[in-house]
């Protein structure tokens, strides 16, 4: 995903493309042709005609009739060739109204980066409404894209943190105030976009979205958003402050990237989430503060939820009464050193859910009354004590598809 191009011809298929005249009308011709001596043969078997009377005089009736049916063909060639010509012109006028709509798309365009980048922070916010109208009304996918990597790459930019209330740095703490209410009305208009459409703006769903990096310390709403054939990037992002929802998200297709974030202070939720065939990455991540909230999530029907080399260091990450039904979901390296884990009532009916090398050896991580009744799930060469309740969640002896270390296989508290 980029987020730097530029507004580009449209390669949606409506640009024109015509065959030449000549080649239209041998093709047209000799489809006529065949259609009429289809329709001939077809009529001579139907009327079971079994040879021409050669020894027939022409009389003034056939002759009147062949006169018509001359004039017949005639006009029906002129019909195919008015046909072409029609054809040609509408496909001339849809080209040039759509060149028309591109053109003004790039004028639009153009006036409203220039907006965002303007000193005056209202300036700025008109300018991002600016984008955002411009993506909805966009002609093709690719003029849409353009303005949402636009709007991306502005929440990506470096900007400069609070001052604070020292009256020295009042104007500076003012105008960082009105910087960051530019900011998060980005944050709210691509949560608004991205969730089914509601009134009169069109869905962004199916487009890239590239927050990389980006320090999320405002409100986002993804309530009931599909993310469907897209590339979504979280990648870095700091979730500082604020509440982040993915609630009834559905993750069905495409790759969506949380890799090296940083939960710190945010409240993310994912209450009633599904991860059913999407590629969804939290290797690397830092749980360092906040809530974050998987319960309950479905993991199913052959999604893959990567959380390799997280750190639970801090977060309260909830995956209670969550369901493992066919995804693979790995927490290999993972470390829980601090804060609370909870699987408590989560259901392990099926799929691949693997711990290895995983470390446990601070935080409150807790099994208690989670099932498991079908899958795999592989706790071996893990470091540190088994987690609360997860011996007498598994049972004594532990079922073939839970693989625990020797040492975990005692009852535990």
Request: hydrophobic share 40%.
């Amino acid at each position: 995903m980029t987020a730097n191009r530029g507004p580009r011809a449209a390669t949606d298929g409506r640009e024109l493309r015509l065959w030449k005249a000549g080649w239209a009308l041998t093709v047209i011709f000799t489809a006529a042709i065949l259609a009429a001596g289809s329709v001939f043969y077809g009529l001579v078997y139907l009327l079971d005609f079994q040879e021409i009377d050669t020894t027939a005089k022409l009389d003034a009736k056939t002759l009147f009739d062949m006169v018509k049916l001359s004039f017949g063909v005639v006009a029906g060639a002129g019909a195919l060739v008015a046909l072409v010509v029609a054809y040609r012109r509408q496909r001339v006028d849809e080209a040039g109204a759509h060149r028309e709509a591109t053109r003004l798309h790039t004028e639009r365009f153009s006036q409203a980066v220039d907006k965002l980048g303007s000193d005056s922070p209202a300036v700025r916010l008109g300018g991002v409404y600016a984008l955002a109208g411009l993506a909805d009304d966009a002609p093709t996918q690719d003029l849409r894209q353009t303005c949402i990597d636009v709007l991306c790459a502005y929440l990506q930019l470096p900007f400069t943190p609070d001052p604070g209330d020292d009256p020295a740095d009042q104007e500076e703490h003012h105008r960082y105030l009105a910087l960051r209410k530019v900011r998060h009305t980005i944050l709210r208009l691509i949560g608004d976009h991205y969730r089914p459409p509601r009134g009169t703006h069109r869905s962004w769903q199916g487009c890239d979205l590239d927050l990389t990096d980006v320090t999320i310390d405002g409100d986002m709403n993804f309530y009931g958003a599909e993310f469907t054939g897209s590339n979504v990037s979280f990648c870095g992002a700091k979730f500082t402050r604020g509440t982040v929802s993915f609630n009834a998200a559905r993750f069905t297709g495409g790759d969506v990237d949380f890799g090296n974030a940083e939960f710190s202070g945010s409240d993310v939720t994912f209450y009633l989430a599904a991860f059913s065939g999407s590629r969804v990455t939290f290797s690397d991540a830092k749980f360092t503060g906040g809530t974050v909230n998987f319960s309950p999530t479905e993991f199913s029907s052959g999604g893959k939820v990567y959380f390799d080399g997280a750190e639970f260091t801090g977060s309260n990450v909830s995956f209670y009464s969550s369901e493992f039904s066919g995804s693979r979901v790995t927490f290999s390296d993972a470390k829980f050193t601090r804060g609370t884990v909870s699987f408590n009532a989560a259901r392990f009916t099926g799929g691949d859910v693997d711990f290895n090398n995983a470390e446990f050896s601070g935080s409150d991580v807790t099994f208690h009354d989670a099932e498991f009744t079908g899958g795999t799930v592989n706790f071996l060469d893990v470091v540190g004590p088994a987690p609360h309740g997860l011996a007498a969640a598994v049972g004594t002896p532990p079922p073939a598809r839970v693989n625990l270390p020797s040492a975990w296989q005692s009852p535990i508290s």
